[in-house]
Nanobody, 122 residues
């Protein structure tokens, strides 16, 4: 079992920044593909970014503004979010995959956190 706990969400003005963290349990964290997804009210959960080893991949909507990283010594993944827009408002979830090296679809993941709310005001 892998437990994931997100933190770092909050309320920020448009153009501002936030850094989300995802702390994971498990002794083989470095082998997990880790991802960020988000879900706005009334919308489906959508892919944001993932990191597998040192390889990263982003949704077009966040490319150039968000950066995903990981610290394997701390079993933690991060999402640095800059130049935030009101349309980035959503609940952000981290996810871990113990079986897939890919991670742009929710079906690639077998563990999920409870989410952290990000609200961007205009």
């Amino acid at each position: 079992q892998v437990q994931l706990v997100e933190s770092g969400g909050g309320l920020v003005q448009a153009g501002g920044s936030l850094r989300l963290s995802c702390a994971a349990s498990g002794r083989t964290f470095r082998s997990y593909t880790m991802g960020w997804f988000r879900q706005a009210p009334g919308k489906e959960r959508e892919f944001v970014a993932h990191i597998s080893g040192d390889t990263t991949y982003y949704a077009d909507s966040v490319k150039g503004r968000f950066t995903v990283s990981r610290d394997n010594a701390k079993n933690t993944m991060y999402l640095q979010m800059n130049s935030l827009k009101p349309e980035d408002t959503a609940k952000y979830y981290c996810a871990a995959s113990t079986f897939s090296p890919y991670g742009s679809s929710a079906v690639d993941y077998n563990y999920w956190g409870q989410g952290t709310q990000v609200t961007v005001s205009s």
